[in-house]
């Protein structure tokens, strides 16, 4: 059964940092491409980050360059999204899922992908 499991979430003061998880399960990782996307209270998912399969190529949306870092290690099926400076835009619930191509997940496009986790609660607030 396909399955991916996003933590590491909680509740941090503005400035703080966060450090998510996502492992799947069922499925390999290194074939897909794999991103990070949110959703806040009151509005539509987004996309937030995304890699390549082997992790040479990266992709973030603009309000998270320069804080925000994601990586992954196929050797433990595992992707990780380093959040760093956080404030309270960022309070949102963050899934992760594959896709057909890291520049692809940029614009929703998880392909045929449609086994998203309960994803992992980040709160920014003082």
């Known amino acids: 059964q396909v399955q991916l499991v996003e933590s590491g979430g909680g509740l941090v003061q503005p400035g703080g940092s966060l450090r998510l998880s996502c492992t799947a399960y069922?499925?390999?990782?290194?074939?897909?491409?794999i991103g990070w996307f949110r959703q806040a209270p009151g509005k539509e998912r987004e996309f937030v980050a995304s890699i390549n399969w082997i992790g040479s190529r990266t992709y973030y949306t603009d309000s998270v360059k320069g804080r925000f870092s994601i990586s992954r290690d196929n050797a433990k099926n595992t992707l990780y999204l380093q959040m760093n400076s956080l404030n309270p835009e960022d309070t949102a619930v963050y899934y992760c899922?594959?896709?057909?191509?890291?520049?692809?997940?940029?614009?929703?496009?998880?392909?045929?992908?449609?086994?998203w986790g309960q994803g992992t609660l980040v709160t920014v607030s003082s």
């Open positions: 899922a594959p896709g057909p191509g890291a520049y692809a997940l940029r614009s929703g496009d998880t392909g045929d992908f449609d086994a």
């Open positions: 069922g499925f390999t990782l290194d074939n897909y491409a």
